[in-house]
């Protein structure tokens, strides 16, 4: 069994962008910085620190980024929730935010991400008097076969800036259910 841990690769050694790969190392050994892999290549091969990574979840055939990942393992859903920030350039350059937010991705593996849905559009970067959301989680609170219900989580800011005339940056969040395909 492993430790699994997601990050934002803002290398850009590939001109990729910040897009999001996993690293992983034994239990018990996650300690150890030499005994984390990168996924890199269909197998966890590269060195965990100064390895390449191949992202797990990659936006660039759409034109953005994906960043700030939380996932959790969920049972009663028999799979792997991702809750991240999706920032698409061409709302960055707009000013928009029609396919940029916070994005929840389910996957079986933890690795390949194939059902995905952008839940709530704001930019996912600071910029002044832009709306907001960052670092979004989920907090499951209830499940039951098939379902889960909780929370999603994030900084927000209905126009961003440090200016004191600006609202200040807050927690929010919405209640959520999450749903198998077939329940």
Known sequence: SHVLAYFSDWTDMKA???????????????????????????????????GSSTPVIDLRPQGGDAHAPHVQYVTSLGCYVATYCVL?????????????GIAVAFSLDGIHWPRRELVYHAMTV???????????????????KGKAEGWLVCGYSPSWGHDPSRPPHHLAGMRVVLRTSSS
């Open 88 to 100: 698409s350039y061409a709302d960055f350059e707009s000013h928009k935010s029609d396919s940029s």
């Open 16 to 50: 990729q962008g910040t897009q999001i790969s996993l690293a992983r190392a034994k239990v018990g050994s996650a300690d150890n910085p030499k005994a984390w892999k990168k996924w890199h290549n269909d197998d966890f091969t590269e060195q965990g620190l100064g």
């Open 126 to 144: 600071p910029r002044p008097g832009d709306r907001i959301t960052i670092h979004p989680t989920m907090i499951i609170e209830k499940t039951s």
